[in-house]
């Protein structure tokens, strides 16, 4: 490959990556809230641990971080549904609209960028986008992490978790 296609395909990650992280800022101005707020909407019951590592934050930060976002009235706690001695989180309604939100922000930015090509071209670059997805995920939280902002009832057969089934 030339390094200018290199280049090419590195900066329209980068931007669509920034305008993403933008867009989905007018719902939660930080990154980590917007992150848990996308993690929390995807896993219903996602328990402090989990949503620790996920983020790449410690225990304590994340404490404080689910403390603002449960003041924000975004978040709730409860018994987790899969250990009951672990606190599990999930969005209340302000939550779920906050991250419905979001993940409209996020389709309607990548319907614009993908509108200069046409249907066919548009057909043929998600099937791309597909493979290399299903080749580049190494673990159930690479997938975690790279599906934060995905719409989960649209993906029904998902490259990403399917990536990270086969050993990738």
């Known amino acids: ?28 101005p930080r990154n980590e809230p917007a992150q ?4 929390i909407g995807r896993a219903p019951s996602l328990t402090i641990r989990h949503l620790s590592g996920l983020l790449g934050l410690s225990h ?13 009235g ?19 309604a302000q939550g779920q609209e906050r991250y419905e939100n979001m993940l409209s922000a996020r389709s309607v930015l990548v319907e614009r960028t993908l509108s200069v090509l046409n249907k066919e071209d548009r057909v043929a670059f998600a099937q791309l986008a ?23 009832e649209a993906c029904h057969d998902c490259p990403v978790r399917t990536g990270s089934q086969n050993g990738h």
């Not at 404490?63 to 976002?69: A, E, S, W």
């Not at 992490?145 to 995905?150: L, W, Y």
Request: net charge negative.
């Open 74 to 92: 975004l978040v709730m706690r409860s018994p987790s549904e899969e250990d009951g001695r672990a606190v599990g989180l999930s969005l209340t």
């Open 1 to 28: 490959m030339e390094q200018r296609d290199v280049n090419s395909v590195s900066a329209l990650c980068l931007n669509l990556a920034d305008e993403i992280g933008q867009a989905v800022a007018a719902f939660a």
């Open 130 to 152: 597909r493979k290399l997805l299903s080749s580049c995920i190494y673990s159930a939280e690479d997938a975690a992490r790279g599906c934060r902002f995905c719409d989960v």
């Open 36 to 39: 848990a707020i996308a993690y």
């Open 60 to 72: 304590a930060a994340t404490v404080r971080l689910v403390d603002r976002i449960c003041a924000d």
